[in-house]
């Protein structure tokens, strides 16, 4: 059995203009210690159906899907209480903007605390000891001092470890990473990668990685889902992807990589996506900036 499983996934909006159908019958799969990519431009409701699995949207949002399960739990009949016993404990998202998603007027010590004190039976001591070790783990020096800091007296990269931090504090069986790495300087991005996918390994979790950029696919993922205006275009394993991709999005999303430009100016996906453009000889970008 998956560990989460949705099928035909429809969310759509009530906007001034009438309804908006941001996802379109996606259906998707997780398996334990699994690395899933979803990846495609901005706009093709990649973000908004990891918030609907997460239970995140706003009421103007109407979900509905054929099944939604996560660890033989049927998301769809869950009240909100029940909900939140698996949000942020078996299942943890981190965003694009730490800074924003951190609570400016509490010290990250507090937050990670509280986020023990939500799921985790620990008394004070425990649930600072595990803050001390959890800023460890994701690399934050003198750990101790910096749980006293508030969220503007750190850098955007180490934010990012404090939100992952937060993420893995209860040991979660999968974490979505929603464009984890598109606000961090490019120095930056590539040690927050390398920080999500040893971790990964090292607790086994299994990681969605949401993102535009097939380099950080390249990096990190063991199976690729492509995503276009809401739907689902192609779904293969990294390599598969790379070497053989099937539609011709993927074809233009690749194609728009630095490593595969052969002309002065890159091509665009909205320049090779309605044409049947040649199949375009790609590689894997395993090196330079993400
Ligand atoms: N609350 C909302 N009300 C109306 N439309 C929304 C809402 N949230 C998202 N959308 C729309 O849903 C579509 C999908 O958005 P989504 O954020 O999932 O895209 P994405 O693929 O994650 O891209 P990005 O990387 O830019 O976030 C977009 O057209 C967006 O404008």
Redesign the pocket.
Known sequence: MALLEIENLVVE?D?AQGP?R??DGVSLKVDEREVLAIV??????????M?AVMGL??W??KVRADRMSFAGTDLLKLDAAERRKIIGKDMAMIF?EPMASLNPSFTVGFQIEEVLRLHMHMDRHQRRERAIELLRLVGIPDPAERLNSYPHQMSGGQCQRVMIAMAIACNPKLLIA??PTTALDVTIQKQILDLLVSLQEKYGMALIM?T?NMGVVAETADRVIV?YK?RKMEEADVLTLFENPKSNYTRALLSALPDNATGDRLPTVSDLIFEQAAPAVVTPPMEGPL
Not at 40 to 49: L, N, P, Q, T
Request: zero cysteines; glycine letters at 14%; aromatic letters at 8%.
């Open positions: 909006f906007t908006f941001a996802v495609g431009e901005s706009g093709s409701g990649k973000s908004v159906s918030l949207l706003p103007t949002a694009q929603d464009e949401i535009h995503q809401g």
